[in-house]
Antibody
Framework: QVQLVQSGSELMQSGASVKVSCKAS????????MSWVRQAPGQGLEWMGR????????TYAQGFTGRFVFSLDTSVSTTYLQISSLKAEDTAVYYC???????????????WGQGTLVTVSS | QSVLTQPPSVSAAPGQKVTISCSGS????????VSWYQQLPGTAPKLLIY???KRPSGIPDRISGSKSGTSATLGITGLQTGDEANYYC???????????FGGGTKLTVL
């Protein structure tokens, strides 16, 4: 069965960097782009962008350029989200998500990671 | 301010029916498929509806989705207390070249 397993919660200092991982299993890793979604405390879902797992080409949404980097290691079926120069407003749960073969739209998130809470303290 | 507009909250009694609206524009709902997600407290979102009106395996048929023009609607019949959650619509916006979500709707089953 398809699983996306993310790394654990992180408590970080303002100005530091953090790297969140998302390990995929149960499907052919390069078949689906991996999206990242942010959810700030008490807020809604925000699409951050995605990475083409076949080419490694990332696409970033407005507001997620510069300090946010998507990367991947196909040898271990894992994608990464790195955030640098952390700010208090980066405190959020970060999810990875993919579509499935059933979706016509590529923006259909059928499978989700469990989420990684990143807390930034000043 | 979300690109897609949802009511902040809806409520209904157990056993009743509720609908949640999602309003957009020609660059998003009007030109792509809509998905709906349920998020229970402290958990990851769960796909309820994809491609406007299709249900993934395991989603009961009391859950339905529809789309007309630049709006979409999620319907839930036979409400149960376990349906209390936040619900989000989502699609692709061709102007922004980005995925977009609604602000979310909190469903309360009275």
């Amino acid at each position: 069965q398809v699983q996306l397993v993310q790394s654990g919660s992180e408590l970080m200092q303002s100005g530091a960097s953090v790297k969140v991982s998302c390990k995929a299993s149960g499907y052919t890793f390069i078949n689906y782009a991996m999206s990242w979604v942010r959810q700030a405390p008490g807020q809604g879902l925000e699409w951050m962008g995605r990475i083409n797992t076949n080419t490694g080409n990332p696409t970033y949404a407005q507001g997620f350029t510069g300090r946010f980097v998507f990367s991947l290691d196909t040898s271990v079926s894992t994608t990464y989200l790195q955030i640098s120069s952390l700010k208090a407003e980066d405190t959020a749960v970060y999810y990875c998500a993919i579509p499935s073969r059933f979706c016509i739209s590529t923006n259909c998130f059928h499978f989700w990671g469990q989420g990684t809470l990143v807390t930034v303290s000043s | 301010q979300s690109v897609l507009t949802q009511p902040p909250s809806v409520s209904a009694a157990p056993g009743q029916k509720v609908t949640i609206s999602c309003s957009g524009s020609s660059s998003n709902i009007g030109s792509d498929y809509v998905s709906w997600y349920q998020q229970l407290p402290g958990t990851a979102p769960k796909l309820l509806i994809y491609d406007n009106n299709k249900r993934p395996s395991g989603i009961p048929d009391r859950i339905s989705g529809s789309k007309s023009g630049t709006s979409a609607t999620l319907g839930i019949t036979g409400l149960q207390t376990g349906d209390e959650a936040n619900y989000y619509c989502g699609t692709w916006d061709s102007t922004l070249s980005a995925g977009v979500f609604g602000g979310g709707t909190k469903l309360t089953v009275l």
